[in-house]
Every structure is written in C-alpha cells, then in structure tokens.
C-alpha cells in the first residue's frame, strides 16, 4: 500500500462534524490522522474526544490558542513527526475535503515518489 508512510493532518476550527466525518474515514482506510483542534470556541474539544478519542490510528492535539491556519497545520506536523517514527509523507487535508476512495490517496503519494 502507497499511504503505509503517509500521516494526515487535518486542522479543526469550529467544525467538529467535518473533521470527526474524514477521521473516521481516513483511520478506517487504515491511515494514521492527527486531528489539531485550533482552539475553536463551540464544542469541538468534547465531540472531538467523543468520537475519536478511541480510535486506533487517529490522535487528538489541542492547541491552548488559536494560531492561525498555517501555524496550526505546522503544529500538526511537528506532531506527526515526533509521534509517528516511519513516516515519509505528510497530508494537509482541509477538514471539508471529500476523499473518495483510498487508491486515491494512494495514486497521489505514487505520483510523489
């Protein structure tokens, strides 16, 4: 499988259902998710412990301040990289993205390699 060494990052801000919806999806397929939680100011931090706390490949990071969307994604990386050990691709997926099949993740890191 291409995505065995690819980590997704998906910066949360206020959007907890989207961002719950692609976690599932993603850590089904089978691919290790960090979820960055970008201070948002609804309920986001429990829904987000709710549903995906006791999920396999996913992890939950929350940021004590809104940082900003590029900073809040470094975050996210910085994360993945201390966390995950074999990574060699990360993905910076928007929360409201739809990702149709998981080839086609797979034909997006061949095409990197």
Do not use: C, H, Q
């Not at 979820?35 to 948002?40: K, L, P, T």
């Not at 939950?60 to 060699?88: D, H, R, S, V």
Request: proline share 2%; hydrophobic share 45%.
């Amino acid at each position: 499988m291409e995505t065995d060494r690819l980590v997704a990052v998906i910066l949360n801000y206020n959007t907890p259902e989207l961002s719950i919806k692609l976690a599932k999806k993603l850590g089904g397929w089978m691919i290790n998710t960090i979820v960055v939680d970008n201070n948002s100011k609804d309920n986001s931090r429990e829904l987000l412990k709710k549903e995906l706390d006791s999920l396999d490949r996913v992890r939950l990071l929350f940021l004590k301040e809104n940082i900003g969307y590029a900073k809040g994604n470094n975050a996210g990386i910085a994360f993945a990289i201390k966390y995950f050990t074999e990574i060699e691709y990360i993905a910076i997926i928007n929360p409201d993205i739809e990702i149709i099949s998981k080839e086609s993740l797979d034909n997006m890191v061949k095409a990197l390699k």
